[in-house]
């Protein structure tokens, strides 16, 4: 098994920046990728950013441009630096990793922390 907390949410202005990390543990060996969602509230849960085994990087397009996904395997900790926020990036954010495809599938989820962006 695999468990993931999230942290370094919060509120934060318009145009501020906010680092999120996400540690996991257990069966740490099991992870290849790991990727960050969000849900904004009456919305689906959707795809951030996500960073795979290889290191390749991928950003949604809302995104593309303000945010940094990053991963400290040693310290299994993901982290995901987002700059320049707007409103409409308030959401509740969630870490998922997995041995394969990132998403509802076999990985693993925290249990997500929500981020504020004011106006």
């Known amino acids: 098994q695999v468990q993931v907390v999230e942290s370094g949410g919060g509120l934060v202005p318009a145009g501020g920046s906010l680092r999120l990390s996400c540690v996991a543990s257990g069966r740490v060996d099991e992870i290849k990728n790991m990727g960050w969602y969000r849900q904004a509230v009456g919305q689906p849960r959707v795809l951030v950013a996500a960073?795979?085994?290889?290191?390749?990087?991928r950003y949604s397009d809302p995104v593309k441009g303000r945010a940094t996904i990053s991963r400290d395997n040693a310290a299994n900790t993901m982290y995901l630096q987002m700059n320049s926020l707007k409103q409409e990036d308030t959401a509740r954010y969630y870490c998922?990793?997995?041995?394969?495809?990132?998403?509802?599938?076999?990985?693993?989820w925290g249990r997500g922390i929500q981020v504020t962006v004011s106006s």
């Open positions: 960073i795979f085994a290889n290191g390749n990087t």
């Open positions: 998922n990793v997995a041995a394969g495809p990132l998403g509802d599938y076999d990985g693993y």
